[in-house]
């Protein structure tokens, strides 16, 4: 598994400062995998919306995500966009401490649904591709058909 450090420290800072943190990418950058090592070192919930079973607890979804504590992963969100409205409702209420730490694709109507709803409480990071520093220059260069022709 490759770590990405500066992903990760990004992301606690930006759920320490915002009740609600989107993390959006490509498919297959590694959004899931790095929201599962900052939910080893946190107290996380995680629900996937591609899971029938996830989506079957959010049937009540502000009696499912009001009644947890921490730090909330909700993936793949573009597939349960009325989960914004939700979600601001929650993190209104004055004894709100829970965080919220959403996944999806970088679609531009995700991003306009979810800072039209939650507008001055939402932070955005957007995840790249890897790049040299997190899987070493070895791999970099041998992933794009340069082994043996440059050296690091």
């Known amino acids: 598994m490759i770590k990405r450090r500066d992903y990760l420290n990004r992301l606690k800072i930006a ?3 915002s009740p ?3 993390l959006l990418g490509p498919r ?3 959004k899931t995998t790095l929201a599962h090592q900052l939910g080893d070192q946190e107290k996380a919930t995680y629900f996937d919306m591609d899971s029938v079973p996830d989506r079957r607890r959010l049937q009540n979804p502000e009696l499912t995500l009001g009644s ?3 730090l909330v992963v909700l993936d793949e969100i ?3 966009p009325e989960l914004f409205q939700v ?5 209104d209420r004055p004894e709100n401490q829970d965080r919220f730490l959403i996944l999806g694709s970088a679609s531009l109507d995700i991003i306009r649904s979810a800072s039209e709803t939650l507008a001055g ?3 955005f990071i957007e995840l790249q591709g890897f790049d040299i520093s997190e899987i070493g220059a070895d791999s970099y260069y041998s992933s794009r058909g340069f082994r043996g022709v440059l050296r690091v």
Not at 87 to 91: A, K
């Open 121 to 123: 409480r939402l932070e």
């Open 20 to 22: 609600v943190t989107a």
């Open 78 to 80: 573009q597939e349960m």
């Open 68 to 70: 947890l504590s921490g």
């Open 28 to 30: 297959q950058s590694g």
């Open 15 to 17: 759920i320490g400062r």
């Open 87 to 91: 979600l601001r409702v929650l993190v």
